[in-house]
T-cell receptor
Framework: QQQVKQSPQSLIVQKGGISIINCAYENTAFDYFPWYQQFPGKGPALLIA?????SEKKEGRFTISFNKSAKQFSLHIMDSQPGDSATYFC???????????????FGEGTQLTVNP | NAGVTQTPKFRILKIGQSMTLQCAQDMNHNYMYWYRQDPGMGLKLIYY???????DKGEVPNGYNVSRSTTEDFPLRLELAAPSQTSVYFC?????????????FGPGTRLTVT
C-alpha cells in the first residue's frame, strides 16, 4: 500500500525557533517529494520539493532533508515566524508521469503554530 | 489568470440528494484531480484525469463520478449523498509534462450532508 506517514500531528514553536516535521514512506518507487502549505480556508500550495538524487534542498528559511536508505524526509523551518502558522503536508509521487498521472500520496498533515 | 476555480464554496445536502461540484482551470493543464480532506486525514485522491476524455479512480472513488469533456473543466458528481461524504473537496491541476509535477489547488468546497 502506498502510504506516507507524517509526524507530529501538531507542533507549537516560539518565534525564531526551528520547526521540524517528519515524514516516512513505504514505496521505494516514489521519486518526487513535495511539501505543501495550507492556510485556513485556502487550498494547499507547493512550498518546496525534492528528488531523491540529492540529500538536501534549501529555499530561504525552508529546507528539506532526505534520507533515501531510511525512506524518510523532513521539513525544517528556520527562524519560524507567526506567519508560518499553517498546516503542512508532505507528499510523494512517482514517475513515469505518463502512467502515474503525477498522483500525489499525502501525509496526514501537521498543524504548526508559531507563537509571537 | 484565475488559476483553479471551484463552485460552490459551501453546500448543505440532505441524505440521498445529488449534486455536482464544479472545477475549472485556465492554465491549459492536462492533468486534473479531485481530493477530499477530512480532519487529521490529509488529502485523499478521489479521481484524476490525464486529459479530456480520460479519467481514472484514485484511493476513494466510491460514491462519486467524474467526466472530462474539455481540458478546462472537471466536474465531480455526488450521487445519493451520505453523511460520510461530509468533507472539504479540493480540485487541483498540473501541467502533466516531464519535470513539471506541481499541482495547483482551488479554494475548496465545504460540503455537509445531513
Amino acid at each position: 500500500q502506498q502510504q506516507v506517514k507524517q509526524s507530529p500531528q501538531s507542533l507549537i514553536v516560539q518565534k525564531g525557533g526551528i520547526s521540524i516535521i517528519n515524514c516516512a514512506y513505504e514505496n521505494t518507487a516514489f521519486d518526487y517529494f513535495p511539501w505543501y502549505q495550507q492556510f485556513p480556508g485556502k487550498g494547499p500550495a507547493l512550498l518546496i520539493a525534492i528528488r531523491p538524487d540529492v540529500s538536501e534542498k534549501k529555499e530561504g528559511r525552508f529546507t528539506i532533508s532526505f534520507n533515501k536508505s531510511a525512506k524518510q524526509f523532513s521539513l525544517h523551518i528556520m527562524d519560524s515566524q507567526p506567519g508560518d502558522s499553517a498546516t503542512y503536508f508532505c507528499a510523494a509521487s512517482m514517475t513515469p508521469w505518463e502512467t502515474s498521472g503525477s498522483r500525489l500520496t499525502f501525509g496526514e498533515g501537521t498543524q504548526l503554530t508559531v507563537n509571537p | 489568470n484565475a488559476g483553479v476555480t471551484q463552485t460552490p464554496k459551501f453546500r448543505i445536502l440532505k441524505i440521498g440528494q445529488s449534486m455536482t461540484l464544479q472545477c475549472a482551470q485556465d492554465m491549459n493543464h492536462n492533468y486534473m484531480y479531485w481530493y477530499r480532506q477530512d480532519p487529521g486525514m490529509g488529502l485523499k485522491l478521489i479521481y484524476y484525469s490525464v486529459g479530456a476524455g480520460i479519467t481514472d479512480k484514485g484511493e476513494v472513488p466510491n460514491g462519486y463520478n467524474v467526466s472530462r469533456s474539455t481540458t478546462e473543466d472537471f466536474p465531480l458528481r455526488l450521487e445519493l449523498a451520505a453523511p460520510s461524504q461530509t468533507s472539504v473537496y479540493f480540485c487541483a491541476s498540473s501541467l502533466g509534462q516531464r519535470n513539471s509535477y506541481e499541482q495547483y489547488f482551488g479554494p475548496g468546497t465545504r460540503l455537509t450532508v445531513t
